[in-house]
């Protein structure tokens, strides 16, 4: 899909927005090292086991009120990422906050429509979309209806770097560096371990992992990780963030004249986080290939638009493009699905994509479907934007037909 093709509001809405992302750069050397290589083990479930099998992180209640007969629980607990990853996160996001938003009576009697909930407490793991802070979006678009259509109960999960763990010099949700936003998953994956344990210690299930765009791929994350069948449904997100950050209308939100300055001045970049990367889109020997990145993906795929602001630097071409070309290698090592195991059951899967979206733009990448063969996939005939305001219904359809096929496959077998 070219940027003509995909939605206009899109591309007007991010044209009003003010903030800018990465404006401080890529982060260290050091932690981009650390974070791929701890990636590299959380992606493959058998390796994350040894991080996650015996995870057992103490979850203190907070606070309980009962609001529009719904049951709200406050809670926290340390990230696990305190001790992977030490001295990684900001101090302000070292404690995991959630809200378990839940109904004041289950149903235990079955019907035609909720026959599926008859004797379970289904619960969705709702995961934060950029810009989403604290709960009450979440709580008041998605939580509430979930229980008044179908008596299903959800805890909201407010991400690092977002809401009650913003880091006081930040501004609103742009991410200080690109590293951030690598932290920011991996954190997510090994919290999402700990509420996921935590949800079935407290009877709830089936379970589901949920979330809208950047939610929906950090939902995705954790799924992955996740050794049980386990439901799944991303919403208006695709198969990498490099899609989002090197194709999509979030790329006029970065300082690339910045990052390609840092990345000629600092040569640990090149020396050694380059030799890490890996992207399952392309295969080649000796790490990453600049060239060949951007003649096969990026300017096959009209992606030009997106290289406008170097146009006034006077560098070479091939140099020009480096700081985009890491930009792409990096995002496809740390969040590329290809790179992670596929989810335990595909066919517990519902995907719901926008077919104009102009920040999850899907050509030139490997369909996320593909990589998850059984899963399923249904289409909303607008882009990002206007899906997100106008179709939160088809999203809470998918986690229903989600928990049916879960009903069907796994009641009284596991």
């Known amino acids: 899909m070219s940027l003509v093709e995909a939605s206009r509001l899109d591309q007007i809405y ?30 493959n479930r058998v390796l994350a086991e040894k991080h996650f099998g015996s995870l057992d992180v103490p979850v203190k ?18 990230s696990p990422i305190c001790d992977m990853l030490p001295g990684v996160l900001p101090q302000e996001s070292e404690v995991a906050y959630f809200q378990a938003v839940l109904p004041e009576k ?10 599926w909930v008859n004797g379970h407490r289904p619960l969705v793991l709702q995961f934060a979309g950029t810009g989403d802070h604290y709960f009450w979006r979440r709580r008041t678009i998605m939580a509430k209806p979930l229980i008044k259509e179908m008596n299903v109960g959800s805890i909201i999960v407010e991400n690092p770097y977002y ?7 930040q501004l609103r949700s742009a991410l200080h560096y690109v590293s951030d936003l690598f932290v920011m998953g991996a954190a997510n994956i090994a919290e999402a371990q700990v509420l996921l344990k935590w949800s079935e210690k407290q009877g709830f299930g089936p379970l589901c992992c949920h ?29 990498s963030g490099s899609v989002t950050f090197c194709q999509g209308v979030m790329a006029s939100a970065i300082n690339w004249r910045q990052l390609h300055e840092q990345y000629q001045q600092n040569k640990d ?61 990096l995002m496809d090592e740390c ?21 104009y979206d102009a920040y999850q733009p899907r050509k030139s990448i490997k369909p996320l479907d593909h990589l998850w063969p059984g899963s399923n ?3 909303v005939n607008q882009g990002h934007v206007s899906s997100y305001i106008f179709h939160q219904n088809v999203f809470r359809e998918a986690i229903y037909d989600s928990f049916k096929t879960f009903s069907q496959k796994y009641d009284n077998k596991i």
């Open 211 to 239: 979330g809208i765009s950047m939610g929906g791929h950090m939902a995705s994350l954790a799924a992955s990780a996740w050794p049980k069948p386990v439901c799944l449904v991303p919403c208006l997100s695709w198969t």
């Open 269 to 329: 970049y090149k020396e050694k986080v380059l030799s890490l990367i890996y992207s399952p889109e392309f295969e080649y020997d000796g790490g990453y290939t600049g060239d060949q990145f951007l003649l096969d993906s990026f300017l096959a795929a009209d992606s030009k638009v997106n290289l406008t602001n170097f146009r006034d630097m006077e560098t070479e071409t091939n140099t020009k493009t480096e700081a985009f070309l890491f930009m792409r290698g």
């Open 163 to 169: 809401g009650l763990r913003k880091p006081k010099s």
């Open 377 to 379: 996939i249904r289409y």
């Open 335 to 355: 969040t590329h699905l290809g790179n992670y195991s596929v989810p335990v059951d595909p066919e517990l899967i519902n995907i719901v994509t926008a077919e």
């Open 61 to 78: 209640l907070t606070n309980q009120q009962t609001q529009d007969g719904c049951v709200i629980i406050n809670g926290e607990f340390r």
């Open 14 to 43: 991010r044209s009003i927005l003010l903030s800018k992302f990465f404006t401080r750069g890529w982060g260290k050397p050091s932690t981009l090292e650390r974070v791929i290589k701890l990636r590299k083990e959380f992606g």
């Open 106 to 115: 289950w149903k235990n009697k079955a019907d035609d429509k909720t026959n």
